[in-house]
């Protein structure tokens, strides 16, 4: 396995540490233990066997042959996660651009999106757990319209892929009744938790990434062996800042293509914990970008967060930078530059005081992101039951989608 949290910086004593594992060690004993709601997730990437992967693997191929745009709709847990693996791996030359919608109400993005499929072959990946979320089924009509008009009924049902749950709703129906393929969500896998699932699988393996590798990454992971003794510090960490005062973690990538997987951890940690008043805010900066505008504040600001380094060893690309450039920079690469940054940023952060986690892998691969990708999920359901609440739940997401749809009947 090849994820390490350091935590020497984090202002916390081993013993305090020590203290906590056992408490942690019981909740996530519950998470195995099949108690609690929504913990399909939980063994999934064992149960979900070489031969479902397989599947998945040849109907991507299919995809890949007849599409030249597969189009993706979904919004939070139903995109973020493929979304997130793809901006981080998609190999350079792809025959398929894999994209998304379904997750704004922009009009001009939709109408930027039907410009650049015009006169191209379309797949559309409709997404959605419920099967009724108002972003990806208004996208839905609007580009099936668009397929209709192309393809007509029977072709467009062809090109038409749903991940859905096996059981009645809008889409699991409609697709029914079309005759489109119908990939199934586990109903005991929630939206935030289901990236190892056909959710995320589908997309990310249309896109050309080896999800065979992504799983064995998970899967790794997938014991409760794996997260014994020091497996859990990085949820315990995060409950004793926050029993500290801290109320923010700021995650930060120094790779602009890990951006969307600051996404990802956003939505997975903000929607599992945030709740009965409680939570850390998850935060998410892009350095050296972010260096020039949220540096200020990381440096001398008010001191209400920690930051937790998500970072990689090596990295899949490097270019020199010619001798005609400034000095000192001239004959060295923008990864050993980048490299510096990394060092310089943690260390002026530490000895300015602010408490510091390093996650860091070797590389950005399919393997180590499925590692991540189970990795975090544990870590924050552990953390979220520490705190006492419902990692499984987002009451408060239902409750603006209720009021939302109020206004939409009255249109
Ligand atoms: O994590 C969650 O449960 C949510 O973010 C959902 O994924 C999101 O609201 C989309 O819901 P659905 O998949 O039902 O369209």
């Given at each position: 396995m090849s994820i390490e949290l350091t935590w020497k910086d984090s202002g916390f004593e081993p013993e305090e540490v020590r203290a906590r594992r056992a408490a942690a060690?019981?909740?996530?004993?519950?998470?195995?233990?099949g108690e609690l709601h929504f913990t399909g997730w939980v063994k999934d990437p064992v149960e979900f066997d070489d031969e479902k992967i397989e599947e998945l693997e040849k109907t991507a191929k299919e995809?890949?042959?007849?599409?030249?745009v597969f189009l993706v709709l979904g919004v939070g847990g139903s995109f973020m996660g493929a979304k997130a693996v793809i901006d981080l791996l998609a190999p350079e030359e792809a025959d398929t651009e894999v994209l998304f919608a379904g997750y704004n109400f922009s009009a001009r993005y939709v109408k930027e999106l039907l410009r650049k499929i015009e006169g191209k072959d379309l797949c559309l990946c409709v997404i959605s757990k419920s099967g009724s979320t108002t972003e990806t089924l208004s996208a839905y009509g609007i580009f099936k319209e668009w397929m209709l008009r192309k393809y007509g009924a029977e072709e467009t049902a062809r090109r038409t892929y749903v991940v859905t749950e096996h059981r009645s709703n809008?889409?699991?129906?409609?697709?029914?009744?079309e005759g489109a393929a119908i990939f199934d969500l586990a109903l005991d896998i929630g939206g935030r938790y289901s990236v190892l699932t056909p959710v995320?699988?589908?997309p990310i393996a249309v896109a050309g990434i080896d999800i065979q590798a992504i799983m064995e990454g998970a899967r790794?992971?997938?014991?409760?062996?794996?997260?014994?003794?020091?497996?859990?510090?990085?949820a315990i960490l995060r409950q004793m800042y926050y029993e500290q005062g801290k109320r923010i973690e700021v995650y930060e990538f120094f790779d602009p293509y890990a951006a969307y997987f600051g996404e990802w951890l956003k939505q997975l940690f903000g929607e599992s914990e945030g709740k009965d008043g409680k939570g850390l805010f998850p935060a998410s900066l892009m350095f050296s970008r972010d260096l020039h505008s949220m540096g200020q504040f990381l440096q001398q600001g008010t001191p209400s967060f920690f930051e937790?380094?998500?970072?990689?060893?090596?990295?899949?690309?490097?270019?020199?930078?010619?001798?005609?450039a400034m000095k000192p920079f001239a004959g060295k690469t923008i990864?050993?530059?980048?490299?510096?940054?990394?060092?310089?940023?943690?260390?002026?952060?530490?000895?300015?005081?602010?408490?510091?986690?390093?996650?860091?892998?070797?590389?950005?691969?399919?393997?180590?992101?499925g590692e991540l990708l189970y990795y975090f999920e544990t870590q924050c359901a552990v953390s979220a039951l520490l705190s006492g609440v419902d990692p499984f739940n987002?009451?408060?997401?239902?409750?603006?989608?209720?009021?939302?749809?109020?206004?939409?009947?009255?249109?």
């Open positions: 060690q019981a909740e996530l004993a519950r998470l195995w233990s995809i890949r042959e007849k599409c030249d809008f889409l699991f129906d409609e697709a029914t009744a995320g699988l589908l790794a992971w997938t014991s409760q062996e794996a997260f014994s003794e020091d497996g859990l510090d990085y937790t380094f998500v970072t990689a060893a090596e990295t899949r690309d490097d270019i020199g930078i010619p001798e005609i990864q050993q530059i980048n490299a510096c940054a990394e060092k310089g940023v943690y260390d002026a952060h530490v000895k300015a005081g602010i408490p510091a986690l390093s996650i860091r892998i070797g590389q950005f691969d399919a393997r180590t992101v987002q009451p408060g997401v239902e409750a603006y989608k209720k009021e939302m749809r109020g206004y939409i009947d009255e249109l």
